[in-house]
């Protein structure tokens, strides 16, 4: 169980809490100070538990983090979990005999979400699907990270997650593994997720549009596709180049309009 963490010490408790009380207790956790410059160590030595380990590295951002962790850990199964979210006690338990009944490599369950303390509904288009979904993974990032356990043959097969990418590294991986494995679901909201902080990621990247680019780039360059598969990642390419550049072109930025649109060109024809 992995746990990225930079500057999260008000919360990363709580989270590293939900792990150890699982009822599934045969579990390592490796925790993953990425550079924080808070009490995150202080928060990490209040907890005496020896299936507890945390380690640290200059701050890398949140994929090296995880494949830091995922390389020093030793399990069968690999689960990730946000620093500012928290599992329920049954979500490994759940998952583990999911894996172990359907004999697929991966699965997430559903999730709780608040947003500021309250707690909101998701819309209907961030429903979890199960099964093979390529089509609306190029769409949407639709595994959330919190919530997903793999194992460690589908990680050796198509990890790590891509360090180069600032944002959006967990779409990347998740359109590899839409490509090779079928999803399970467990439809049980075994996972909180917590949201509207200032610090959260998804807020303070710009241009979230432009690595789901690279994304589907790399994903088109590093597989090897069906036909019907490359037909699917090239019409979201075509799709999010136009509005990307076309988002450019209103800002005035012509050069990096231009400039996506060359790295797109070879499969777009």
Request: aromatic share 8%.
């Amino acid at each position: 169980m992995i746990i990225p963490a930079h500057n999260r010490a008000g919360v990363l408790g709580r989270a590293v809490a939900s792990v150890l009380a699982q009822t599934w207790a045969d579990l390592e956790l490796i925790v993953v100070d990425d550079g924080s410059t808070d009490h995150t160590a202080q928060v990490l030595a209040g907890f005496d538990d020896p299936r507890l380990t945390g380690m640290r590295q200059e701050n890398k951002g949140v994929s090296s983090a995880r494949n830091l962790g995922i390389a020093a850990s030793r399990g069968r199964y690999i689960a990730l979990l946000d620093s500012d979210d928290y599992w329920l006690p049954e979500k490994l338990e759940r998952q583990v005999r999911f894996l172990a009944e359907s004999g697929l490599q991966i699965c997430q369950t559903d999730e709780t979400w608040i947003r500021d303390g309250v707690r909101v509904n998701p819309r209907f288009k961030h429903a979890k699907p199960a099964g093979w979904f390529l089509e609306k993974s190029l769409e949407l990032c639709l595994i959330s990270p919190s919530c997903v356990m793999f194992s460690r043959n589908l990680w050796d097969e198509l990890g790590p997650f891509d360090e180069r990418l600032p944002a959006c590294e967990d779409y990347s991986l998740w359109l590899r593994v839409a490509v090779r494995h079928a999803v399970g679901l467990v439809p049980e909201a075994l996972v909180v997720k917590t949201g509207g902080h200032a610090d959260q990621l998804s807020r303070r990247i710009i241009g979230l549009d432009l690595y789901r680019v690279y994304a589907v780039v790399d994903l088109l360059r590093s597989m090897d596709l069906t036909a019907e598969q490359r037909a699917l990642a090239v019409a979201s390419l075509g799709e999010r180049v136009r509005l990307y550049a076309q988002g450019c072109i209103k800002r005035g930025k012509d050069e990096e309009a231009m400039r996506v649109r060359a790295l797109a060109e070879p499969f777009l024809g």
